[in-house]
């Protein structure tokens, strides 16, 4: 089993920046990889930025250039956003992938002004 706990959200006007962390409760070199989602109000939750095992990362096209998916140390991941929009708002949450389970952090909200 795996705990996931984010931190690092909060209010930003456009064009800011903020940094999520994700810490696990074991090794993510043990995991099959790491992601961060989000879900708006009123829409689907959608797949932000992954980290494989293997080191590769993939971004929703919304996102390319302007946030990076990185491991911090053996416990921890985290989401740069640069360049914050509006359209980014939304409850970003730390997935993490382990054997054939997925496993979900609470969440945490991100609010972009304009």
């Known amino acids: 089993q795996v705990q996931l706990e984010e931190s690092g959200g909060g209010l930003v006007q456009a064009g800011g920046s903020l940094r999520l962390s994700c810490a696990a409760s074991r090794s993510i070199f043990s995991l099959n990889g790491m992601a961060w989602y989000r879900q708006a109000p009123g829409k689907q939750r959608e797949l932000v930025a992954s980290?494989?095992?293997?080191?590769?990362t993939d971004y929703a096209d919304s996102v390319k250039g302007r946030f990076t998916i990185s491991r911090d140390n053996r416990n921890t991941v985290s989401l740069q956003m640069n360049f914050l929009e509006p359209d980014d708002t939304a409850m970003y949450y730390c997935?993490?992938?382990?054997?054939?389970?997925?496993?979900w952090g609470q969440g945490i909200q991100v609010t972009v002004s304009s």
């Open positions: 997935n993490a992938q382990f054997l054939t389970e997925e496993y």
């Open positions: 980290l494989r095992i293997s080191g590769r």
